[in-house]
Nanobody
């Protein structure tokens, strides 16, 4: 299994939006769940959302509920994290990682594979 490749990060003003992409070479998303995570200066590492192989979504954090959405395109073998209404506290490095068919109950589960290098998101005015 290759390392995930995240992209789509950048600088945005508060209230803005970004869409992150995740590709995992060698992984068929039709058969795998994908989780999104982040590391921020304020909270350290935390889980965000996970989408199962069948499209069922698990939320790991309440703070991003309603602002962040996860999706995937099996044909493109790509998972996405749509981030809206971004806040200063959302600044950090965002990562994705694959899992089995289903999303683990905990974002810290060792069922998730290795994280990639991540993509930097900076929210500033």
């Amino acid at each position: 299994q290759s390392q995930p490749v995240e992209s789509g990060g950048g600088s945005v003003q508060p209230g803005g939006s970004l869409r992150l992409s995740c590709v995992v070479p060698g992984i068929d998303l039709y058969w795998h769940a994908i989780g999104w995570f982040r590391q921020t200066p304020g909270k350290g590492r935390e889980g965000i959302l996970c989408i199962s192989s069948s499209g069922y979504i698990t939320a790991y954090s309440d703070s991003m509920e309603g602002r962040f959405n996860i999706s995937k395109d099996n044909a493109e073998n790509t998972a996405y994290l749509q981030m809206n209404s971004l806040k200063f506290d959302d600044t950090g490095i965002y990562y994705c990682a694959p899992s089995g068919l289903w999303c683990p109950d905990s974002w810290a589960s060792d069922e998730f594979g290795s994280w990639g290098r991540g993509t930097q998101v900076t929210v500033s005015s």
